[in-house]
């Protein structure tokens, strides 16, 4: 059976069992602070299961796309290594809000795997949760006579609270779950140990295939357990799992869902699946990689150095270097493999055909990028080994590497084996621990239970039609970091505060409570449906109504930014093309960035024509056309855009101005002249076909303006006021040129008389002619220098030093005679020395420069330089 219709009998089923069928959410998290990424099929629905939300059925089913690469699922390093773990993977799904639980939940799977994909009932095995004394938990007896009436009792097995008992964090709706779980061994294999032996036991061929998640009870702040309003059901099944199994191979790896990626490895890297196991690691990783890439940038996220955008770097690299490694690629290769995924899993995932030719361009770019890395870190590497004394390396250089340089240990390793050396990994592993737990400490939230003070369904947001309003507050609790200490999570009735999303920050303000006390609002978020509302104290009078302000000097700054967003991707894509898709933005109350998709630099005039686009729209005077609530088809039908990586439900909001059309939930000024002016600060490249755009408007346009107009007069008055400025500055350029000119031939003279000089200081030592001396001449001088003295005298060692404003640098020179048959290396001499300086530097064997801050080390430096040649 193929794995299309593995996929399409799944939904079909549940489709027959009155589900409603749903597509995949993106797979990168917008507006949730609490993940980065859906790592379970459950993720998308938190806000039903927490109580926050109304689903648009009860029954639903889908296969989510999903990614395990850090926290506390994380499959990463496992990848590759086994045949069945994965980063991104595909999980079947069906839920069940408040609606049927337990017995159809366990029927229908059973149904689904025996008689639908036809799986023999001997090869299967159940688990139920066993009970917990920690939690007073007795055994789910209700799941295990369920289970009693389908399959043998010797096929239902005891799993304990790790493996059978489903969390969705540290607080949150849980609750026990059933697994079903595959033993695809041999005959021959199932003879020697019965399968029962081996389920949870990280076998490659008896493995968990579904996992029945039963949602009963709520985990409170004090880890204790009560019981919730309503049960649910949450089912998931990875998908490669069950393809394994109904294609009877023995690896996810052997399914159609990735053979046709690995030929195409084979037949660019000449490498041949099945007959190594380091390159059959090589191959699994980047098969499993270039998917879970893919994915995330035709999902909105991007490599880059922050967050979610690291993650993915991370992930790329990794396959890189694999292939570097045991594939012998030097070249960018995995950018090919985009169009054997797309052509596998386009139809079922059309995201990847509309986005092809972006993830084709951003693979490639990191791959060049990361290759050069490679390249450089090889030659430090090579110092680090030349410093080195005996067989180990320092772990501190090690981890230097790695996290300065972004060289990966497992590579220094393999290097340094192929050297008969080591490192130090005991000090890496500490130095690396150290570095996590900053970070995890930094970034940890300590919360409680949320305090309940009254029943709201529906918390409604009015910050589109007023600033500030009545509100009651319904819950709060209590958080805690490192970074801000304790700090309140508010959630009211009604709000007129605007939450985080859409690339819009959130509102801040304040609340006017009854006794005249002022609590600011620090920051608005939204965390599963829920508008949060962060503050530092905590209302005296929580019970009372009390009064939400919002800061309007910051609202209108950042509506005027939003609405600019708007009129700049239309100027975008009339005045570059249609090609032209945003790609991300942030709009905050003093500028607004936005990311879209161009092959090409912006010039000063495409730039000029941009900003005169928007601002005639803007002193046209453009009302504001809002439909709330409207079918996403009908906005659609009107012209709206859907944005790069947004999640739509079933009624959307759209907001027009002149032609521009968008679906968007953000705030907006009532006119376009509102926005006052428009002005472009900065224009450069994200990553591979991605441009960014960084402006302002509003009061910071003015600000700019007048900075720029202070600067006119300032530089005027050192210019003693001509009459043309500009020609001015051009005459003081041209004296400048014509003095450097100058300066370049009496520098060059002096070189000529100081070359005699230096001749006659030249000392013999073992053969060598050696000279250490401090002279006063700019850098190329020396250089040049150097140079000409080594083409006129064999066996040079030449050490200078120079010093200019607390300024220091040392120059090595070593005639390449004597670096090939003594072993003499510049670059060694100058890092070595550059500590007497305070710096450090570095070169070639025969020619090595450092820069320091220490005048008083010269002395030492071309005392101890000596020691070189003796």
Known sequence: MKSQDIRAKFLDFYKSKTHQIVPSAPMVMKNDPTLMFINSGMAPFKEYFLGNGTPKSNRIADTQKCLRV???????EEVGYDTYHHTMFEMLGNWSFGDYFKKEAITWAWELLTEVYGIDKDILYVTVFEGSDEDGLKLDQEAYDLWKEIVPEDRIL???????FWEMGSQGPCGPCSEIHVDIRSDEEKAKIPGADLVNMDHPHVVEIWNLVFMQYNRKADKSLEKLSANHVDTGMGFERLCMVLQNVKSNYDTDVFTPIIREIEAITNAKYGKDEKADIAIRVIADHVRAVSFSIADGQLPSNNTAGYVIRRILRRAIRYGFTFLNKKEPFIYRLVDVLNEKMGKAFPELKEQKQLIQNVIKEEENSFLRTLDQGLVLLDRVIEDATGKEVSGAKVFELKDTYGFPEDLTELILRERDLSYNKKEFEKLLEDQKGKGREATAIQADDWVVLLEDEDEEFVGYDTLETDVKLTRYRKIETKKEGIQYQLVFNITPFYPEGGGQVGDKGYLEVPNGDVVYILDTKKENNLIIHIAKNLPKHVHETLRAVVDKKQRERTAANH???????????????????????????KYLRFDF??????????????ENFVNARIEGKLPLEEKRNRPVAAAMA???MALFGEKYGDTVRSIRFGKSIELCGGTHVENTGDIWHFKIKSEGAVAAGIRRIEAITSDATKEFYFENNRAYYEIKDVLNNPKDAVKAVNDLKDDNAKLRKQIEIL????????KGDLKSQLEEINGVNFLATKIDLDQNGIKNLAFELGGEVNNLFLFFATANENKVMLTCYISKELVAERGYDAGKVVRELGKLIHGGGGGQPFFATAGGKNPGGIPKAIERVKEYVK
């Not at 998709?597 to 941009?610: V, Y």
């Not at 060059?748 to 100081?754: E, I, S, V």
């Open 70 to 76: 850090s926290g506390k699922h994380n499959d990463l």
């Open 158 to 164: 005891m799993g304990n609270k790790k493996d059978n």
């Open 563 to 589: 609405t600019a967003t708007h009129l700049l991707h239309q100027a975008l894509r009339e005045i570059l093309g249609t090609h032209v898709e945003q790609k991300g933005s942030a709009v905050h109350s």
């Open 597 to 610: 998709s161009h092959f090409s630099k912006l010039t000063t005039e495409e730039l000029r024509d941009i």
């Open 638 to 640: 009107d012209g709206a």
């Open 747 to 754: 520098l060059k003279d002096k070189a000529k008389n100081l």
